[in-house]
């Protein structure tokens, strides 16, 4: 399952960030309770105030942007990390990263980076990062139609642009 | 594209953000919109919000019509640029209210952006999600499926545990709309709600609408609930076992390529889905024969379809197949295939598929060791690069292959590693790893309390406590057996001692909690044996140590650490006979410390030493953390004094009428016990309580806990004492017991029933409470192993190990033409339960006992396996392992030696009791088959006929010729004087000690063994039933040497020392495992 899925230029600027199990808060975060956190309502003790899961948001973001950014381009593109794993993978300035469980399919989840922007690429005809920065919340619909719940829901490319593109109309 | 829908103010506001030069800069220009927005909302003021949230759509008093309220593309823009502040770090919380107010509107583009807002910024336990419910249930209904798919992306994020009960039923009815992009979300979406509170989602509801959907004529339903399906299957597996024929035929369909091409990926047919169904696939093949075969050939098929295109998306529906391959019940063809693909991911240049290819090694390798044999190369590569995640990738593949050959290597690579790392996350599983491997696959005691003392040095504070209880009562136990191998003990205390001794004097200042706890102990119990240090100099080092700072940190300041130090200087004074100046400065010092137990052991240490010193010995009795402590519980010492008060005029005692104190002693004796006991009235004690003995001054071990039979070594905190009392060990779940086992394995001795002189007193109360325990257990014990069933064993023993051979026994009869290395880990746990029988059941030498010896004889062979390589070694000896597996009809006869060891038993039974090798013989020789990773086809091929075809002895022992790399060794004619010249030049030693051996019950017969196994015949000392033989491989380029001793006693049988010594570590290792197996 996917916990989220970060989209950061080099400079560590978020252009889209997606959390589909909330960041575990407090001292949480270095304690190993949150193994089976799956799902929010696994652990409701974990919930904390806005500010502490925003906090907590920003903190796991930053580290994630430094974890990707220092890793040598003949590496492989997964990281462990705390108790689930990040995959990413780079396009031109672009970072995107994806947190799944440790048991998920790593080069399953590469790929799925892929679809994405390939998603992108067809909705913005060549997509760049300016695209993305003035039309995040485009962006965050593609996403919407694309992974559901933490799952991605549809890999037809043809069916998510279309959805898309319905509701493009309607504006 | 860029820009459109956006007003110019917002547009300029993200080019100067990118702009920016610094984060101060950034935030500057971030507070500034901040206030913009903030001015934007306060300007809406008029339209007052509370009219304009959900319920009264538009219902703003506006003049203007400019407002957020009444212009909802303002409002969308303004809620765009909230999020955008919140992207950057903000807080856009001010903002949230217009969110909620247009997920409330009509057009459904904007309702969108509000819950999407929402669902991004809102906290789970936001207020302002409850103020959504309300609108999510009215678009869940909505006729319009766009507000439909809206609230349903808006459940998946926005509810929380406690609302689930509100939106269920309208996402259930969603479920059968007509439009296929509705009921996608909606499976999604009841799942979701579904691990949200699965009481709120009639579970059977669910799975019958999950295992409809399956079946969903539009394939993106279909890829939607396979999700759900997985995660259901993982949980519960049972109600989707029948779906596999459905799951095949899909699998099968898409493989094909019928469903719609908008599916392909870089021309894969769905791979997405084809990997979902594969994962499903081995959640239900797992533990299921019939489910496994049933998807061979379609795995078979996928597997092969995605190999040919060799693509990332390909790859990745190959590592899927790998992966359910290694789980289900296994397919020699399909996991040759999978086999071949891991080959090729191995020997990518992609590091990514290399990391995969180290992963499904890894799934594979535990099961089927064979396959890592090809990789030895790939592997050390892996283990030298650069990028972590592969290292640990591989580390955890060392993990599971770790064997007791190559457990040296791999620990030294584990502890390299940990030493590195900073991770808590990895630092943890690495300790936890280190520690599992230690305990299973220790080649000697020696090894063990190194690797685990150098694993407290380096993460002494992630590691389970009940580690360092083994730790001591190994050191204190050794081998667990009572029969007199007490030299091989004592050698190891002073290993451990001299070893702590070490560690105190180079750094007392960086040691955790449970390094010191543990040097304290080991230390004040045999802190005598040391010749590095002098016990006064160990005393003053323990002094510094406890007023060092450091250890007034440890364990947040704890008084238990400083407590045991206290108490170990004491035993060492009274080890001592006199009280050092230091010593005694601390001990004053702590008559004034705040802690009451230290100051009380202080204090009445310092009356004992000034007024009756030579009761310290009593007090402090020298190694005896084992012996029982003596309580006399009626306190009859006092009688004397009771009926002197009583004749002066006391009043007799009354016994209170509620007197069920006794249930606490009782109760942590034996939960089992405990009910016998108070059955029936007291008897007189089964010991004889030596009078007034104090086993230490402190009151612990006056607690209820300790004071039962739980031999204490003074002070310190209960844990400590807990092993030496098996009952404590009842508890499964405590790894300890495991270890307790274990330790009888690595004894050098192998472990055979114990000469009558060895029955000792101090254990004897020990096999009653075994019995009763062990009885227990044994009945409800699978039938094959009713040859172990029977005899008493240590508690929990039987439940782990039954569980683990259960699994090894499944593994082996599948796998035993696969791989005969399949057993080693097998043998191990096996262990204790032929171990026991000897030792605890009849402690005295009759019939019986002869009859177990087979199957003892068999399942001990790994352990002097366990001596043998040279570090560097340890990994490429995979090979051979491959080449053991080419001798598949060697390997089936051992496994069934291995794991059925019954009949073997009762056929060895009739022989008369004295005989020599015969009738073990047969059983012995295909054990170093099953387990002997050096040995080769050759030295197979010659064994292989002897139990198949007779059970004499000339066929065993003509066969029995040693032979090294497949050739048989030269005698090497050398003299005495040059025997004792190479001795020392040998750097690999390899002692062997069998406690009772009727094979080589003379000299003669030793030395008969040896020159059979190809020789030379160096001296045969008769008068000290010495014998020295020598031999060489390999043309001479490797000499090993051997020396034996042979110590007769009663019954015909002999205590046979053997060591031997060779340039060539592995053939030393591999002869000294040979003559183990030989002299029985």
Redesign the interface.
């Known amino acids: 399952?996917i916990r989220f899925f970060l989209l950061q230029n080099r400079q560590g600027?978020?252009?889209?960030?997606?959390w589909?199990v909330?960041p575990p808060t407090g001292n949480a975060a270095?304690a190993?309770t949150t193994s089976n956190g799956?799902?929010?309502?696994?652990n409701?003790a974990l919930?904390?105030?806005?500010?502490?899961?925003?906090a907590e948001k920003?903190r796991i973001e930053s580290e994630v942007h430094r974890l990707v950014t220092s890793?040598?381009k003949?590496?492989?593109?997964?990281?462990?990390y705390?108790?689930y794993k990040l995959i990413y993978r780079r396009y031109a300035g672009l970072f995107f990263t994806i947190a799944v469980d440790v048991q998920d399919?790593?080069?399953?989840f590469?790929?799925?980076i892929?679809?994405f922007v390939e998603l992108l690429d067809s909705y913005?005809?060549n997509v760049c990062e300016?695209?993305i920065?003035?039309?995040?919340?485009k962006v965050?619909?593609i996403l919407?139609e694309y992974m559901?719940?933490g799952?991605?829901?549809?890999?037809?490319?043809?069916?998510i642009l279309d959805?898309v593109k319905?509701?493009?109309k309607?504006? | 594209m860029s820009g459109m829908h956006l007003s110019k103010e917002f547009f300029e506001l993200i080019k100067s953000i990118g702009e920016s030069k610094s984060k101060q800069e950034e935030d500057r220009i971030i507070l500034n919109e901040i206030a913009v927005l903030k001015k934007k909302l306060e300007n809406d003021k008029p339209g007052s919000i509370s009219t304009a949230i959900p319920g009264a759509p538009g219902g703003g008093v506006a003049s203007s019509g400019n407002t957020l309220t009444t212009n909802k593309k303002k409002a969308r823009e303004f809620l765009v640029r909230v999020l955008y502040v919140e992207m950057l770090g903000h807080d856009g919380s001010f903002g949230y209210i217009k969110a909620v107010e247009l997920a409330a509107s009509q057009s459904i583009v904007h309702k969108r952006t509000g819950y999407m807002v929402c669902a991004c910024c809102l906290s789970p336990e936001h207020e302002f999600r409850f103020m959504l419910v309300n609108q999510m249930q009215r678009d869940l209904i909505s006729s319009n499926l766009l507000e439909s798919c809206g609230a349903l992306i808006a459940v998946t994020s926005l509810i929380t545990p406690d609302l689930v009960g509100t939106v269920s039923t309208q996402v259930i009815g969603l479920l059968d709309h007509n439009a296929e992009t509705v009921r996608k979300k909606a499976i999604v979406a009841l799942h979701r709600l579904y691990q949200l509170s699965p009481e709120a989602v009639p579970q059977n509801e669910l799975i019958e609408k999950v295992r409809k959907m399956l079946c969903d004529r539009d394939p993106g339903v279909m890829g939607a609930t396979l999700n759900v399906i997985e995660s259901l299957a993982r949980v519960n597996v049972a109600p989707f076992k029948d779906l596999v024929p459905s799951l095949i035929s899909i699998l099968k369909q898409i493989c094909e390529r019928r469903l719609p091409s908008e599916y392909d990926y870089h021309r894969i047919p769905a791979p997405w889905m084809q990997m979902k169904i594969v994962r499903i696939l081995s959640v239900i093949g797992k533990n299921d024969v019939q489910a496994s075969e049933g998807m061979y050939e379609i795995l078979g098929d996928c597997l092969r379809k995605a190999e040919e295109a060799g693509i990332n998306a390909s790859n990745a529906i190959v590592y899927e197949c790998i992966r359910c391959i290694t789980l289900i019940y296994p397919n020699p063809v399909l996991l040759d295939a999978a086999g071949s693909s891991i080959s090729r991911f191995l020997s990518s240049r992609s590091q990514n598929l290399r990391y995969l290819g180290v992963t499904g090694l890894a799934s594979i390798v535990e099961r089927h060791p064979k396959y890592a044999a090809d990789h030895q190369l790939a592997v050390i590569e892996c283990l030298e690069d650069k990028d972590d995640t592969l290292l640990r990738k591989t580390l955890d593949l060392l993990y599971r292959m770790t064997n007791p050959v190559n457990v040296e290597f791999i620990t030294d690579r584990l502890l390299h590693f940990l030493r590195g790392s900073t991770d808590p996350y990895l630092k943890k599983d690495l300790t936890g790893k280190i520690c599992t491997i230690a305990e299973r696959y220790a080649p000697n005691n020696g090894w063990y309390v190194r690797t685990v003392t150098e694993l407290f040095k380096i993460a002494g504070d992630l590691v389970d406590p009940a580690v360092a209880t083994n730790l001591m009562s190994l050191v204190a136990e050794g081998t667990g057996n009572e029969d007199g191998d007490e030299e091989a003990d004592m050698v190891l205390r002073k290993q451990a001692v001299e070893l702590y001794v070490t560690l105190l004097a180079s750094a007392p200042n960086r040691m955790n909690r449970v390094l010191v706890e543990t040097l304290a102990w080991v230390l004040g119990e045999y802190g005598y044996l040391s010749s590095i240090m002098s016990l006064d100099a160990i005393i003053d080092g323990m002094c510094k140590l406890l007023q060092s700072g450091n250890t007034a940190k440890l364990g947040g300041g704890a008084p238990s650490t400083r407590r045991l130090i206290l108490s170990a200087i004491m035993k060492m004074v009274s080890q001592y006979g006199s009280c050092p100046a230091a010593a005694a400065k601390v001990i004053d010092d702590y008559t004034k410390s705040s802690d009451p137990d230290a100051q009380k052991r202080c204090l009445e240490f310092q009356t004992l030493l000034t007024t009756a010193p030579h009761l310290l010995v009593e007090v402090f009795p020298v190694d005896a953390s084992l012996e029982d402590v003596d309580v006399d519980e009626n306190l009859s010492f006092l009688n004397g004094l009771v009926a002197e008060a009583v004749s002066n005029g006391a009043r007799p005692y009354q016994k209170p009428e509620d007197d069920d104190d006794d249930d606490m002693y009782s109760g942590s004796l034996s939960a089992e016990t405990a009910n016998a006991f108070k059955m029936t009235p007291y008897e007189k004690p089964t010991q004889t309580y030596a009078q007034g003995r104090m086993a230490g001054m402190g009151s612990t071990n006056m607690g209820p806990g300790g004071a039962a039979n739980t031999p204490l070594p003074p002070g310190g905190s209960p844990t400590h004492h807990a092993t030496p009392n098996p009952v404590q060990a009842v508890n499964p779940a405590q790894p300890q017991l495991q270890l307790r086992n274990v330790a009888n394995v690595w004894g050098k001795q192998a472990p055979l029933p114990p000469a009558p002189a060895a029955v000792s007193t101090p254990h004897v109360p020990a096999p009653a409470s075994y019995g009763g325990v062990g009885g227990g257990f044994a009945s409800p014990a699978p039938a094959s192993y009713g040859g172990f069933g029977a005899p008493p064993t240590p508690a929990a023993a039987p439940v782990k190990t039954a569980e683990q051979l259960e699994k090894e026994r499944l593994a082996a009869a599948l796998f035993g033409g696969i791989s005969a290395t399949t057993q080693t880990p097998a043998a191990p746990p096996a262990h204790p339960i032929p171990v026991a029988t000897p030792q605890m059941s009849t402690p005295m030498v009759s019939p019986p006992i002869p009859a177990a010896t087979p199957v003892a004889a068999p399942v001990s062979a790994p352990a002097p396996a366990v001596t043998a390589p040279a570090p560097e070694m340890d990994l490429l000896d995979m090979g051979s392992w491959g080449a053991d597996t080419g001798a598949m009809a060697v390997a089936t006869p051992s496994t069934i030696d291995m794991l059925a060891p019954t009949p073997i038993a009762e056929a060895a039974a009739p022989a008369p009791p004295p005989p020599p090798a015969p009738p073990a013989q047969p059983e012995q020789t295909p054990a170093p088959a099953s387990i002997d990773p050096f040995a080769d086809a050759g030295l197979l091929d010659g064994i292989t006929s002897a139990p198949l075809s007779s059970f004499g002895l000339s066929d065993a022992m003509g066969s029995a010729k040693f032979e090294y790399g497949g050739v048989a060794v030269a005698p090497l004619t050398i003299t005495t004087p040059q025997f004792g010249e190479r001795w020392g030049q040998c750097p690999s030693t390899h002692p062997v000690n069998v406690p009772s051996s009727s094979s080589a019950s003379t000299l003669s017969k030793f030395m008969d063994i040896c020159v059979r196994a190809g020789m030379h015949k160096v001296e045969e000392i008769a008068a000290t039933n010495e014998g020295i033989c020598a031999c060489m491989a390999g043309g001479g380029t490797a000499v090993a040497l051997v020396h034996g001793k042979i110590s007769p006693f009663s019954g015909g049988q002999s205590r046979v020392d053997v060591t031997v010594k060779s340039t060539d570590p592995q053939l030393g290792g591999t002869l000294a495992m040979y003559l183990q197996n030989m002299i029985r």
């Open positions: 399952m600027k978020t252009r889209l960030s997606k589909y909330p270095n190993s799956l799902s929010p309502g696994s409701p919930y904390t105030t806005n500010n502490q899961t925003e920003a890793r040598d003949k590496y492989t593109n997964f990281i462990e705390n108790n399919n790593e080069l399953s590469l790929e799925s892929h679809l913005f005809a300016l695209d920065v003035f039309n995040f919340n965050y619909m919407d559901l719940a799952e991605i829901e549809e890999t037809s490319k043809k069916e959805r319905f509701l493009e309607l504006d």
